[in-house]
């Protein structure tokens, strides 16, 4: 059954308008705004955003750096921030989570408190670079010699007044490394050190909803690693 011939020329018109008006956005808009369609830096999974950081790192512990323009990218990095991953990192001035992993502006995104525990501010921060940022990656970086861990272990060995609000960090590391500083040895510290890292990881993990949702669809990792003062070096911890 044919149409009726006023459909028809109703149809053509319709054809015709939509065409015009596709040619006059075209010619209002740059080609290149729609050939400019390729994904942010940060559309990767997070065993290849961890690779980054770990290739990066042997860079720095070997002093071969990469050579960066700082400039490079600054206006583009006016408008967003495509980060590859998070790292919720202690806040001694001896770790520079940007050099440690031999990456430039707008790679990292870094939380930092004296020993890397999971505060409900940083939690936030880390929420928001997941859920906003589309961060695939998160590592949770302790380090050698860290003197959040020592002063812990102290107070639980023979408490004593602390000044200030240092007591809030003590009170915050203290569940994550009492059983390492219970089981004695000759490592306490270093254990102590892991056994903190370790913790927060997990509470990174479970933290709900945000966190806990990334991790369970498979989109976002969570890993713990240390960092040695003394060779540059980062060492992942096993994964629970």
């Keep these: 059954m044919c149409d009726h011939p006023s459909h028809s020329l109703q149809s053509r018109r319709q054809f015709l308008g939509a065409g015009l008006s596709l040619l006059a956005l075209s010619a209002l808009t740059p080609l ?76 990292l995104f870094v939380v930092r408190v004296a020993g890397n525990y999971l505060s409900s501010d940083s939690l936030a921060s880390l929420e928001y670079a997941v859920g906003v940022l589309k961060v695939p990656l998160i590592m949770v970086l302790g380090h050698t010699e860290c003197g959040a861990i020592k002063a812990t272990i102290s107070d639980i060995k023979q408490p004593a007044p602390l000044p200030g609000h240092i007591w809030d960090i003590v009170d915050a590391v203290r569940p994550g490394i009492a059983k390492a500083v219970e089981d004695g040895g000759d490592n306490v510290l270093s254990n102590a050190i892991g056994a903190n890292v370790d913790y927060n990881v997990s509470r990174v993990k479970s933290a709900q909803p945000v966190l806990s949702e990334a991790v369970q669809q498979g989109g976002m990792r969570v890993v713990g690693g240390v960092y040695e003062l003394a060779t540059g070096k980062v060492l992942m911890r096993p994964a629970a």
């Design 32 to 107: 290149s705004a729609f050939a400019d369609a390729s994904p942010p830096q940060n559309a990767i999974s997070p065993s290849v955003a961890l690779r980054r950081l770990l290739d990066g790192n042997a860079r720095y512990a070997s002093n071969k750096i990469d050579a960066k323009d700082f400039s490079a990218g600054r206006a583009a990095r006016v408008k967003a921030q495509y980060p590859i991953a998070a790292i919720l990192s202690c806040a001694d001035s001896r770790v520079a989570p940007e050099l440690v992993f031999d990456q430039g502006p707008g790679d």
